[in-house]
């Protein structure tokens, strides 16, 4: 049973790798190509168009009314947001609101209507956020967690004899 068990953190972490390592390059992509969200939201616009739209009409009216707006603030973020989700998951720092935040990327880019890898990032977020504690079982989020526990007093009514 150890060896399964083993064997069962040892793939997690396999897969919290390389879903780093892809945001890692995704985003370091972007600041050595040079990033401009605006053609990417003004093609998911087109894509909103029609009676089969893969866009939905509520996500184009936030594109149009927030998101073109402020293409300049996301021209900045998206490629620092999937460099440091990139680095946190590599390194199982924050672990848990790195998968979250890449979920939620990964869920935007799909809603503007862009497949690619998407898809399968965001699978790979569920599948390490439903591994729960294994998905940092190797990494910095796991010394965090035990000196967390160990520095915590016991509560009252854990001394009541049962």
Do not use: C
């Amino acid at each position: 049973m150890k060896a399964l068990h083993i064997i069962g953190i040892s793939l997690v972490t396999i897969i919290r790798l390389w879903l780093g390592i892809q945001w890692f390059i995704v985003g370091i992509g972007k600041y050595i190509n040079g990033f401009d969200a605006k053609p990417f939201l003004e093609g998911a616009l087109t894509k909103a168009i029609g009676e089969d739209a893969l866009v939905s009409s509520w996500y184009a009216t936030w594109i149009e009314q927030l998101a073109l707006p402020n293409v300049g603030l996301i021209n900045v973020l998206i490629p620092f947001a999937e460099l440091v989700v990139g680095i946190l998951l590599i390194l199982s720092l924050l672990t848990v609101p790195a998968l979250v935040v890449g979920s939620i990327m990964n869920l935007n880019y799909l809603l503007a209507g862009t497949i690619a890898l998407n898809p399968l990032f965001l699978a790979t977020s569920i599948v390490l956020l439903a591994a729960g504690r294994y998905a940092y079982q190797i990494g910095i989020d796991h010394w965090i967690m035990h000196w967390y526990r160990s520095s915590q007093q016991p509560h009252p009514l854990d001394r009541i004899p049962v």
